[in-house]
């Protein structure tokens, strides 16, 4: 397992009259970059965690319709190989023909373990009629909630240092009585994958039915 990591960008030719609006994919993962122009360089910080090896493609955004597919400039395959590289993409035929990139990007060894924060959780439904009490559990620490009705976003900032794919669980506390156990909302696996995501919590059954909540947490590399 391998980091890849996205520092620099140089546009040597646009696809475009003008500028590019440009994104990669790698790994399963689409990453949106700068616009660019001609002869500009801008620092990037993207980052995916793989294994084996992997193409890193290049494209130019068209809004990806049915009459104007987005642009494949070219591809590079990058492997788990450890140090810096110049990663070069012209494009030799189809819509972008004549764009011509420099990424350069590095590869180290995958950290061992990763920091899982909560930025901030929203509530579209509340299990209970008045107001939900919440607690989430990951890897084996509870942390509290701030307490929600309809509607309302609230700011987090519990942080949790892991690795492997452990669950994070949202619950509903009603003081875990033998008579009234916690009610479960939903979970979701965590993986070490760098980024953002929106995680949605929709109880399908039991006590919590029909709360519904979203997160929005980021994943970065560990200490």
Not at 6 to 17: D, F, G, H, P
Not at 19 to 42: A, C, I
Not at 74 to 93: I, N
Request: charged letters at 20%.
């Amino acid at each position: 397992m391998a980091r890849l990591i996205l520092t620099s960008i140089t546009c040597i030719k646009t696809a475009e009259t003008f500028h590019d609006e440009l994104y990669v994919t790698f790994n399963g993962t689409k990453r949106s970059l700068p616009s660019m122009t001609e002869g500009q360089t801008k620092p990037l910080a993207q980052e995916f965690i793989f294994t084996g090896a992997a193409v890193l493609n290049l494209f130019e955004n068209d809004g990806n319709h049915w009459y104007d597919r987005d642009d494949f400039i070219a591809g590079q395959m990058v492997t788990t190989a450890a140090g810096d590289r110049a990663l070069e993409f012209r494009s030799t035929s189809g819509q972008a023909i004549g764009a011509h990139y420099i990424i350069n990007a590095s590869v180290d060894p995958a950290p061992t373990s990763a920091i899982l924060r909560l930025n901030s959780i929203t509530c579209k439904e509340t299990a209970e009629s008045f107001t939900d009490e919440l607690y989430v559990t990951f890897n084996g620490t509870k942390r509290s909630l701030p307490n929600m009705d309809n509607g309302q976003t609230k700011t987090l900032g519990q942080e949790f240092v892991f690795s492997g794919s452990p669950l994070l669980s949202l619950f509903e506390n009603d003081g875990d009585h033998w008579y009234d156990r916690d009610d479960f909302i939903a979970g979701h696996t965590i993986t070490r994958a760098p980024g953002d995501r929106t995680l949605t919590f929709k109880a399908t059954g039991g006590n919590a039915e029909p709360a519904h909540y979203e997160m929005s947490v980021n994943v970065r590399p560990g200490p």
